[in-house]
């Protein structure tokens, strides 16, 4: 066991991108996770060229045309005030992604350093921080993010705050206990021996070998962020109309929902197809990560 | 073991204390006066002054605190709300059975589809069965609820005609907000199962039991499922905190005036007491609901037992 501790950290930079590709080919070989993958893409691409690909502009009210299903002048129709759905579903995505992932950057990081801090110093730091954690986590994340919501008030940065903190807990307590894990490497004494620092030993030892279990629940986060942003949007504490975020929409629509089902219908799907994605590329990545399925 | 319950129960104290403390100190971080949301834009200065003083919004965060943990914990009064002015417990208590029966039904429905579903996928891995359930399961766990919940009143209401799009009633009332909020979890379980299931399928044992010659029925029911439900129990548990969550949002679309739909209509007023009292009662049930399955799950799992009996059970055997 020692020597090959020793030989790990002779052949660590090598290790480390071996390790790196083939997770990367073992995901390649996934037909699920590389059909999120190129969905997601397309969807970050939408995104990124919203003003480009958009055939209207997304808040451009036009009377004469509303709840005009969908045509060939407008493809996925028109809403109540007569705006084309399709460049607002194109801006929608935007917002969407914005909200997941920097909702999930936000709870990652803090989830990191607190995790780090309980997991690596122990004692009274990481009693404290993890009775806190039991609290946070006592309340269910949808009424957490409800009670976030209502102190920060709706807003689409309100919102990925909300989401954001309600994370912290989940990402810590893994974080952690990962760090359990790693502790007891034969790798920390050596670092320890060369009298490394604390901080440095955890960026440079610990968080590159507690990484993967943060990237795997990070993917699927950014899929349920979405999903609750877009629940939260919908009851009216969220991101509010007129913004084209997908939840707003659907609460815009709520109205139309017997006389005009595609209103509803369109938005849903976009939000479908990018959790999914995510979803996909997250079941992936587990796999791929997964030392147990390594045969 | 009793003393291990009584350990637990006694530990969840503290975490329904910090619940509390928790909820209430991010009600007091929200902006706006509530003595002003009372009063009305009219009031002046001096009355709302004087209504903060009667409220005891003046005084100190601790000495506010200390009083609104009195009450909750010692007489069971959540306060009254800003807006109606009735007692929050009353209301509480009167909506709760309604929010409940949803939770309970996610779960229940959760459980007795899902594992079935799993199971099956599992025992048939890579069969048509399996690809069916589990591409049904990624689309299940990829759909918000409230947007499958608009997808049934849009199919069975509206087009069909078959089920009331809101508000309650019979039994018939209650068919599309509950397979709304169950379908997640249902799918959640059945993901949950299936790994969990081939991951116990792939072992020594089931491989020995086989080679035993232990009937496949037998092999699946005696010998993989049980042990592939233990780490199911706790997925239940969540499963139930996020009905919780889930009806939520369901409440609103189809008008059940539960605890949801009090929460939501607080939020949208600013009447803080009325989220506060809310969020405690939901988080206490959750944390409830979490620890029988702890505690269900100590119970039928040896390895656990062992761990909290510690070595006066292992002479034994």
């Known amino acids: 066991m020692s020597r090959a501790a020793v030989m790990e950290k002779q052949s660590n930079e090598a290790k480390k991108q071996n390790q790196f590709l083939e997770v990367m080919k073992r995901l390649s070989y996934n037909k699920g996770a590389m059909v999120g993958l190129i969905l997601f893409l397309l969807v970050v691409l939408v995104a990124i060229f919203a003003p480009v690909l958009a055939p209207y502009d997304y808040a451009k009210i036009n009377i004469k045309d509303r709840c005009l299903a969908p045509c060939a002048q407008y493809i996925f129709g028109t809403d109540h005030m007569g705006r084309d759905i399709l460049s607002r579903v194109m801006y929608g995505a935007r917002y969407s992604l914005l909200i997941g992932v920097g909702s999930v950057i936000f709870s990652a990081v803090f989830g990191v350093i607190f995790g780090s801090i309980a997991g690596f110093y122990g004692g009274k730091w990481d009693n404290l921080i993890m009775r806190l954690c039991d609290v946070i986590q006592s309340i269910p994340g949808m009424i957490l993010n409800i009670a976030l919501a209502c102190v920060l008030g709706p807003g689409v940065y309100n919102t990925i705050l909300a989401l954001g903190t309600e994370g912290i807990a989940g990402t810590a307590r893994l974080m952690r206990s990962s760090i359990l894990n790693v502790r007891k490497m034969e790798y920390m004494d050596a670092a320890r021996m060369s009298n490394c620092s604390n901080p440095f030993i955890i960026l440079k030892h610990v968080l590159p070998n507690t990484f993967a279990p943060i990237l795997v629940q990070a993917t699927m986060g950014v899929g349920a962020r979405i999903m609750m942003a877009a629940s939260m949007s919908y009851i009216g504490i969220g991101v509010q109309p007129p913004t084209p975020e997908w939840g707003a929409m659907l609460s815009d629509s709520r ?31 587990r796999d791929a990560m997964d030392p147990k399925l390594k045969k | ?5 009584l350990k637990r129960i006694l530990l969840m104290i503290p975490v329904i204390l910090g619940v509390v403390i928790l909820v209430f100190t991010l009600m007091q971080l929200t902006p706006g006066d509530p003595a002003q949301v009372i009063l009305g834009p009219t009031a002046t200065s001096e009355q709302i002054n004087e209504l903060r003083n009667e409220m005891g919004l003046n005084d100190p965060y601790i000495v506010q605190l200390g009083r609104y943990l009195y009450q909750v914990f010692l007489k069971g009064d959540f306060g009254t709300s800003y807006i109606s002015n009735i007692s929050i417990t009353t209301e509480l208590m009167q909506r709760f059975p309604k929010t409940l029966i949803f939770a309970v039904a996610g779960m229940v429905l959760s459980l007795g589809i899902g594992i079935p579903l799993g199971v099956n996928a599992a025992v048939k891995q890579n069969s048509l069965a399996d690809y069916g359930s589990m591409t049904l399961a990624l689309i299940g766990t990829s759909m918000p609820g409230f947007w499958f919940a608009l997808v049934l009143i849009l199919l069975f ?33 059945a993901r949950q199962v299936r790994s969990g299931m081939l991951e116990v ?45 889930g009806t939520l949002i369901a409440e609103t679309i189809f008008s059940i005036p539960g605890v949801g739909v009090y929460i939501v209509n607080a939020v949208n007023n600013r009447d803080y007491p009325v989220v506060q009292g809310g969020v405690i009662l939901l988080a206490v049930a959750f944390s409830l609901i979490m620890l029988a399955c702890d505690l269900l799950m100590a119970a039928i799992d040896p390895r656990i037992k062992a761990q909290i009996t510690g070595g006066k059970k292992r002479g034994k055997k």
């Open chain 2, 157 to 189: 209401s509206a087009k069909l005609g078959w089920l009331p799009a809101y508000g309650t009633g019979g039994l018939k009332y209650w068919i599309l907000p509950i397979a709304s909020t169950a379908f997640a979890g249902i799918t959640t379980m």
């Open chain 2, 1 to 5: 073991m009793l003393k291990y319950i």
């Open chain 1, 255 to 285: 109205d139309f929902l017997m006389k005009y089902p595609y209103m509803c219908l369109i938005p849903g799907v976009a939000i479908m197809i990018v959790v999914l994605a995510l979803n996909l590329l997250g079941d992936g990545l």
């Open chain 2, 201 to 245: 399928i792939n072992s020594d044992y089931i491989t020995m039991a086989k080679s035993k010659g232990v009937s496949k029925k037998n092999v699946i029911y005696r010998h993989a499922l049980p042990n592939a439900l233990i780490p199911v129990i706790t997925v239940a548990g969540m499963s139930f905190g996020s009905s919780l969550g």
